[in-house]
C-alpha cells in the first residue's frame, strides 16, 4: 500500500517535473538554435575548399570543434548534467572528423 502524499509533497514533486520540462525546452531551442552554426561551418569549408582556399577550411573546421564543445557544455549544464563527460568529449572531435572525412573524402 502507498502512503498518500501530502499537498506540499505533491506541490513539489510537481514543481520538479515543470522543471525538469523547462529545461528540457530551453536545451532543446537552445541546439536548435547553435546546431545551424554547427553545420554551416563545415558546408561553408566546403565551398572554400571548391574556390581553394583550403587554409580557410581548415580554420572553420577548427572554430567547429569550439563550436560544437560550447553547444555540448552549455546543453548539458541547461539540463543540469556534469559539463563534460568521456563520451560527450569525443563530440566536439567527430564532428569536425566527419565534415573534413565529407569534404576531402
Do not use: K
Not at 536545451?27 to 582556399?53: K, S
Not at 573546421?61 to 568521456?86: D, K, M, S
Amino acid at each position: 500500500m502507498t502512503v498518500p502524499l501530502t499537498p506540499a509533497q505533491e506541490r513539489a514533486r510537481e514543481l520538479e517535473a515543470l522543471n525538469r520540462v523547462r529545461r528540457r525546452v530551453a536545451a532543446i531551442g537552445f541546439v536548435a538554435i547553435i546546431g545551424h552554426g554547427v553545420i554551416a561551418l563545415p558546408v561553408v569549408a566546403h565551398h572554400l575548399v571548391a574556390d581553394g582556399r583550403t587554409s580557410d577550411a581548415v580554420v572553420l573546421l577548427v572554430l567547429t570543434v569550439f563550436v560544437t564543445t560550447v553547444a555540448v557544455v552549455v546543453t548539458r549544464l541547461i539540463l543540469g548534467r556534469a559539463p563534460i563527460t568521456p563520451l560527450w568529449a569525443l563530440v566536439p572531435v567527430a564532428v569536425p572528423l566527419l565534415a573534413a572525412w565529407w569534404i576531402w573524402g
